[in-house]
């Protein structure tokens, strides 16, 4: 009913089944988010994933195949809103430093909003199975990302300096900040993820871009 109310169009079996389908789906994505984000990949298994979502195992293999397939789709998601909204960030009007910016600025708000994210890949990245698959969503990224530094700042294109040591440098101090939430909330007495401090962080971000982009010009490279 609910659904012939917003459509304006009558419900029928097929349309039924597709919009659960449809549901079902996404509910075993996030069942599957949350416990790849809390016990990894290896650790979470298909049972849990389906009674997580009330749903049985026949369904999961349905949608995804098998237990990698699920986890890759959960990759491939999360990716693929990275990557728009990143490349969205890219594209705004302004400066080139005003561009990286808001790409560090909007990262920094992807992780905050996505905290199983960077769990995940980081898991992962530590040698897990799925390597492959993350290294061909961020290929093209950072392949962007260097390419936006070497056309606006040619002096990157070697040295110290040079846009694949910036690209790395950055990637770490954004990602250990969410990867080491727990253990910095530890440390410094107060949550690193509270809107102050992601606030703080970001400016800190924006003052090490600076403090680089001041050694070029003075160092004249």
């Known amino acids: 009913m609910l659904f012939s109310k917003l459509t304006g169009r009558p419900v029928n079996s097929e349309t039924t089944r597709i919009a659960t389908s449809l549901s079902a789906r996404e509910q075993i994505l996030e069942a599957a988010d949350r416990l790849f984000g809390d016990k990894g990949f290896d650790a979470a298994s298909v049972r849990e994933i389906a009674e997580e ?6 369904l999961v293999h349905y949608h995804f195949g098998s237990k990698d397939g699920l ?10 809103r990275l990557d728009q909204v990143l490349l969205k960030a890219m594209q705004k009007p302004g ?3 005003e561009r990286i910016f808001n790409m560090l600025d909007t990262y920094v708000d992807f992780l905050a909003q996505y905290r199983n994210f960077s769990r995940i890949v980081q898991r992962e990245s530590s040698g897990g199975k799925h390597l492959e698959r993350i290294r061909e969503h961020l290929v093209p990224m950072f392949s962007r990302g260097r390419k936006l530094l070497h056309d606006a700042f040619p002096e990157t294109s070697s040295g110290a300096l040079a846009a694949e040591h910036l690209l790395v440098s950055f990637y770490g101090m954004i990602v250990a900040y969410f990867t080491w939430a727990e253990m910095l909330k530890g440390l410094t007495g107060s949550d690193p993820l509270s809107k102050t401090n992601l606030a703080g962080r970001k400016k800190h971000l924006h003052k090490m871009l600076d403090t680089i982009l001041k050694e070029m010009v003075r160092s004249g490279r």
């Open 95 to 97: 400066s080139p430093r």
């Open 53 to 58: 979502c009330g749903v049985n195992k026949a």
């Open 71 to 80: 986890f890759e789709s959960v990759l491939d998601k999360y990716y693929q």
